[in-house]
């Protein structure tokens, strides 16, 4: 799976649009952009994934670039809740039986929204 | 439909001992895989079980086992404990279907085990 390159951390104003950006430069043409975070020692928390059409669900939006070197997810009114892990996993969508079917989780980006 | 549920959520341990934890997958799910997270060496795969077969494998000691059974619950078990095994334990669940484009994994709150 294709590595991925996040910033340590990133601050946002509660209210505003948190922009998290995601560089994944080695991309495959079947490879997806999987998003998660992960709030104090819970579980992580699936958010969106995408292929190369930008996609949004009731979390966020993901933009990902036309050359699908990097991404970007958008949290469009952070709460202080949204303070988290984010984790950017790039990774084939169908697998056969078999092959490597696991997360591989990096860094992330420390995601502090303040009041 | 209710979340991936693991059993128990907190447990404390002796060197030496064993353990076994308990993972219920989303219904209808019949992949399971687990993941070992520690401040020192992150979110790291564990294995993943699929039909009751033990599909893929991280680099973890044979200490490290597990197993599903027919209705897709999984359990994980750790033999001679070390004190570096302490540990939030993770298990996710997943679809895995013909006509599925980009299958997701959801995981569970987790377990916290401690060696002392």
């Known amino acids: 799976d294709a590595k991925t390159t996040q910033p340590t951390s990133m601050d946002c104003a509660e209210g505003r649009a948190a922009n998290l950006p995601c560089n994944h430069s080695t991309i495959s043409g079947n490879e997806y952009v999987y998003w998660y975070r992960q709030i104090h020692s819970q579980g992580p928390q699936y958010i969106i994934h995408g292929l190369k059409n930008n996609e949004t669900n009731e979390m966020a939006s993901l933009i990902i670039t036309e050359d699908r070197k990097s991404s970007t997810l958008i949290l469009p009114h952070a709460t202080l809740r949204d303070t988290a892990v984010y984790y950017c996993?790039?990774?084939?969508?169908?697998?056969?039986?078999?092959?490597?079917?696991?997360?591989?989780f990096g860094s992330g980006t420390q995601l502090t929204v303040l009041p | 439909k209710a979340g991936v549920t693991q059993t128990p959520r907190y447990l404390i341990k002796t060197r030496g001992q064993q353990v076994t934890l308990s993972c219920s997958p989303i219904?209808?799910?019949?992949?399971v895989s687990w993941y070992q997270q520690t401040p020192g060496q992150g979110l790291q795969f564990l294995f993943e079980y699929f039909s009751e077969t033990q599909r893929n494998k991280g680099n973890f000691p044979g200490r490290f086992s597990g197993r599903q059974f027919s209705n897709s619950r999984s359990e994980m078990n750790v033999s001679t404990l070390e004190l570096g095994d302490s540990a939030l334990y993770l298990c996710?669940?997943?679809?895995?279907?013909?006509?599925?484009?980009?299958?997701?994994?959801?995981f569970g709150p987790g377990t916290r085990l401690t060696v002392l």
């Open positions: 996993i790039v990774r084939v969508g169908v697998v056969s039986s078999g092959s490597a079917r696991q997360l591989t």
């Open positions: 219904s209808g799910h019949r992949s």
């Open positions: 996710a669940s997943s679809t895995v279907s013909a006509g599925v484009r980009a299958d997701t994994q959801y």
